[in-house]
């Protein structure tokens, strides 16, 4: 399975950077994780395995995720059954030979909400807590030079690796890694994205510091996360579960996070969207069939979650490493 992760080109593409010396190290770092695995991992690279051999012919990044090109139906079938051998399926939509990848999440919603603020042009980015890689491919549509995606979780590695099947040569990799894993002070990262994954942390300032780590001078963040209403000294943690989630700490208000990122030494902060989630922009379905935002809103009133807190709204902030 390690050669699916394409670690060679991945040195290759960073050699001469600052991140050589780091990419040399991944092979055997990746190796150690992949002896521990996780119960279902053989399951799931059987199903990236078990993939038809089909020929791109139309390739859409930019607006969509779309991969078209000659599939007969017994080529469609087997298709569709490995990629339901990934279910679930949260991010996305995937629009593969014919097939609808309906994830969880309009993933590509947020996308245009975040993409129309960024200059991915050349650049070298980093997505940490990347999930499936969904954005990954939407980077490079937006003109990245190479997107690099880091996650812990196993299923979500699989899904990337099942897309990169048809886009062998597109400078995309997934590492099955946490933020903490990577070396300190990279510092050769011209982007770096974090969205979804600061109100999981405990310790959110020590997050923001560690992006700043993975970034280049001049670099810039993205950061996106649950943010409440308030002043600069508005913070919620949630007593217990939030939106059914147990392990979300911090949802800072808009004000308090720009100082939480000028305190930890961004400068250029800018909060460039603030929207609330809609049902149907996170619902179950059928590639995701487990209780989804409608389950975990107050139904009779959808501004409040079952705990009765503010319903999840986002904030998609930018800032710079000076
Ligand atoms: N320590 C960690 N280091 C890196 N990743 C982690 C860590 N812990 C959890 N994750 C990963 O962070 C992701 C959070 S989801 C956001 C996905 C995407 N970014 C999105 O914006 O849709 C949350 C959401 O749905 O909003 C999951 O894929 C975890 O495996």
């Known amino acids: ?88 399926w949260r991010k996305g939509p995937f629009d593969l030979f014919g ?22 042009q050349n650049k070298r980015v980093l997505d940490v807590g ?5 954005y990954l491919w939407r980077m490079l549509g937006a003109g990245a030079g190479s997107v690099v995606g ?67 001078k001049g670099g810039e963040l993205v950061l996106e996360t649950l943010v409440v209403e308030g002043d600069a000294q508005q913070v919620l943690v949630p007593e217990d579960r939030y939106a059914m989630m147990r392990n979300v700490w911090f949802l800072p208000s808009v004000p308090a ?7 930890a030494g961004f400068v250029d902060v800018q909060c460039v969207d603030v929207s609330v989630t809609s049902i149907e922009e996170q619902r179950a379905t059928d590639w995701m069939r487990f209780q989804s935002l409608p389950d975990f809103l107050d139904p009779a009133d959808h501004s409040r979650t079952l705990e009765g807190l503010p319903a999840p709204t986002r904030a998609v902030l930018v800032a710079r490493k000076p």
Request: glycine share 6%.
């Open 99 to 120: 097939v609808h990848i309906d994830t969880e999440w309009r993933s590509d919603w947020k996308w245009s909400r975040v993409a129309p603020h960024l200059d991915l």
């Open 130 to 134: 990347c999930g499936n890689g969904y």
């Open 257 to 263: 996070l720009e100082l939480w990122l000028r305190r």
């Open 150 to 216: 880091i996650d812990p979780n196993w299923l979500f590695l699989n899904q990337f690796l099942a897309v990169k099947r048809y886009l062998p040569d597109l400078p995309a990799w997934h590492l099955p890694l946490a933020l903490e894993e990577l070396p300190a002070k990279l510092e050769g990262f011209d982007t770096v994205f974090s969205m979804g994954v600061l109100y999981h942390r405990r310790s959110p300032i020590d997050h923001l510091l560690e992006l700043k780590d993975c970034l280049r």
């Open 1 to 88: 399975m390690i050669a699916a992760l394409d670690l060679d080109a991945l040195q290759q593409t960073l050699a001469g950077s600052p991140l050589q010396d780091w990419a040399a190290d991944l092979p055997a770092q990746i190796d150690a994780k992949l002896a521990v695995g996780h119960g279902d991992l053989q399951r799931w690279y059987a199903a990236v395995q078990s993939l038809p051999t089909l020929n791109v012919e139309r390739q859409e990044l930019r607006d969509q995720l779309l991969l078209d090109g000659p599939c007969d139906e017994a080529s469609r079938a087997k298709l569709l059954g490995a990629l339901q051998g990934l279910i679930p």
